[in-house]
């Protein structure tokens, strides 16, 4: 024991070591709450917790703005499993392994998407660096996004996939330097599948260790939550950032779309899981409740109509369904939101609302199409209810709905429903005899076609106007480097291991890629129907995020973003499943 006159000195030394040793060695006996994502080690495999908080001396701040609507109690994501339970979705490539010759094949289509890609990226530093879009045929660049850089950063996570790493680099320290400061009206949409989910997707590839990307994604979802900030915690699609960010309140609107409000739920869920903020869950949810309250009390029951009245909330007044634009991510979204909650939880909500969507879509909205060599294929259109008794299809294909013929196929595994695989195949097949039976080998935008009286086989009827052996009217002939046709492809390819999906894509490339290549790029058409393919001074960022993705991931060793371990949102993006 120490004398009575040394225990002061020697408990002061003490505690001066220990203050001396956490000044040297600092380290967290409990969990900071102001704790950043500098040391991760790999993706979490549960939410965080405490949540992540963003660093100090951001440009500007959106959580220093207060709330006007606050809410009181979130909803939570539910635990992640420690396995995954889902039915096998892709498959099993390692049962039958190619060829040398086949290997070698795909390994040289592989090498001609990457090219084409990095020459339009190339373009893109060269030219338009940290621009929204590169302007293909005169070289210059254009906002059409926000300003912040579109193109850089939908294009991350291709970087990363086609092993581009210095580009990736490179992309990523130009990506920190983006402030998200108000500027005007936002279209919430665009933002939350282009940017967020491409910040997501190439942290997610990092293996969630360039905390870069992290911390540029929660900027971001800051400010896109802020547009949730209504009477009805309804979110403003085209929302005012600097009215918001002077305080001045907005309500969402009155005469909104489908698509807008039900296509945040991938990438807000993916933010909570990385972050363990609850916030971005708690958005969705409460959007989720409303999608399945009023799914069945619609003119078309088990749809929702394109138009919807966000401001009541009202899903169930508008008389027009579709699966094209303005609606469709709504219904991709279900399946794939219920893959990333790994089947618990709230995933319920989501597989309940895919059945009974995909139930009518089935019955009320696909139509045989009437073809000169009467192939197997269904297509699907628009349709008009008006009245209980009668609902008219007009009949009417758009390429962006060719996207159902992979929700199908995704979600027919997911549910094991062999179905819906089957008809997700013969949508893909649709899409693709318009491709191949075009004047150019390239499917137009918008066009009808003669229908069969039911969904059976019909002969053709040589009598019929058309415009084109196949197709009846064109009213929109532009291509416009959409993804949604070689996007089915690529699933049908992973799903079913047909080899002759490969093929069809080979085609599909070389068809596009010969007629919109300039000196610089790749240009949209104005019009594939007529004898000269004139283009148009455009390259929307999804050339390079989703369309030459989706060709490289068709021509990839099928363990690359194997649709097991990721699901890609409605931009290509891909969310890591498994921890």
């Not at 049962?95 to 990095?118: G, I, N, W």
């Not at 995909?358 to 259109?381: G, K, Y």
């Amino acid at each position: 024991m120490y004398p009575r006159r040394w225990r002061w000195p020697a408990l002061l030394c003490f505690i001066f070591s220990i203050l001396f040793l956490f000044r040297q060695f600092p380290f967290q006996i409990l969990p900071s709450p102001h704790r950043f994502p500098y040391a991760q080690k790999n993706c979490p495999a549960s939410p965080p917790y405490p949540s992540f908080k963003p660093p100090p001396g951001r440009r500007f701040n959106w959580r220093d703005i207060d709330t006007q609507y606050p809410v009181q109690d979130f909803q939570r994501l539910p635990k992640t499993p420690s396995k995954n339970d889902l039915p096998r979705v892709q498959y099993n490539f390692e049962e039958d392994p190619p060829s040398l010759y086949e290997e070698l094949m795909r390994k040289r289509r592989q090498a001609a998407v990457r090219a084409a890609f990095s020459r339009s990226w190339t373009s893109y530093k060269q030219r338009a660096w940290t621009k929204d879009e590169l302007q293909p045929l005169s070289g210059g660049s254009k906002t059409t996004f926000g300003g912040w850089g579109a193109t850089l950063v939908d294009s991350l996570d291709a970087l990363w996939i086609m092993d581009m790493k210095d580009d990736f680099e490179e992309a990523v320290a130009a990506v920190a330097h983006i402030n998200f400061k108000p500027d005007g009206e936002v279209n919430m949409f665009e933002t939350t599948i282009r940017y967020l989910g491409g910040l997501l997707a190439a942290y997610d590839l990092t293996d969630c260790k360039d905390s870069r990307l992290l911390e540029k994604a929660m900027e971001l979802g800051d400010m896109i939550y802020a547009s949730f900030d209504t009477p009805n915690r309804m979110p403003v699609t085209r929302w005012d950032s600097i009215k918001a960010a002077n305080g001045i309140k907005q309500s969402p609107a009155a005469n909104g779309i489908i698509a807008e409000l039900a296509s945040y739920t991938l990438e807000f869920t993916r933010l909570s899981q990385l972050t363990g903020d609850m916030r971005y869950f708690d958005a969705v949810s409460r959007i989720t409740d409303i999608l399945e309250q009023q799914q069945n009390a619609t003119k078309l029951p088990g749809l929702w109509p394109v138009g919807v009245d966000v401001q009541t909330p009202d899903l169930t007044q508008d008389s027009l369904f579709s699966l094209g634009a303005m609606a469709d991510s709504a219904y991709e979204y279900l399946g794939k939101t219920f893959q990333l909650l790994h089947g618990t939880g709230k995933a319920g909500q989501y597989k309940k609302m895919y059945q009974s969507s995909m139930d009518a879509v089935i019955e009320h909205l696909l139509f045989r199409p009437m073809v000169p060599d009467q192939a197997d294929i269904l297509m699907p259109t628009n349709v008009r209810v008006n009245g209980l008794s009668h609902i008219q299809q007009d009949h009417t294909a758009q390429h962006l709905a060719c996207f159902t013929g992979g929700m199908l196929a995704l979600g027919g595994r997911l549910f094991q429903n062999t179905t819906h695989v089957e008809i997700g195949q013969k949508i893909t097949d649709a899409c693709v005899w318009t491709y191949r039976h075009a004047p150019h080998g390239i499917m137009p935008e918008t066009f009808t076609m003669h229908a069969c009286p039911t969904l059976d086989v019909c002969p053709y009827d040589t009598g019929k106007p058309s415009v084109h052996p196949g197709f009846a009217s064109v009213s929109d002939a532009r291509y416009i480097l959409r993804p949604e046709a070689i996007e089915s492809v690529f699933y049908m390819y992973r799903i079913t291991g047909d080899s002759a999906y490969q093929d069809i894509a080979w085609e599909m490339f070389q068809a596009i890629d010969s007629r919109t290549r300039t000196q610089y790029a790749n240009a949209a058409i104005q019009d594939v129907m007529s004898d000269k393919t004139e283009r148009i001074d455009s390259m929307e960022s999804f050339w390079l995020a989703e369309t030459l993705k989706y060709f490289y991931l068709v021509f990839s060793d099928p363990a690359l973003v194997s649709l097991d371990d990721w699901v890609l949102n409605t931009e290509a993006h891909p969310f890591r499943l498994k921890g």
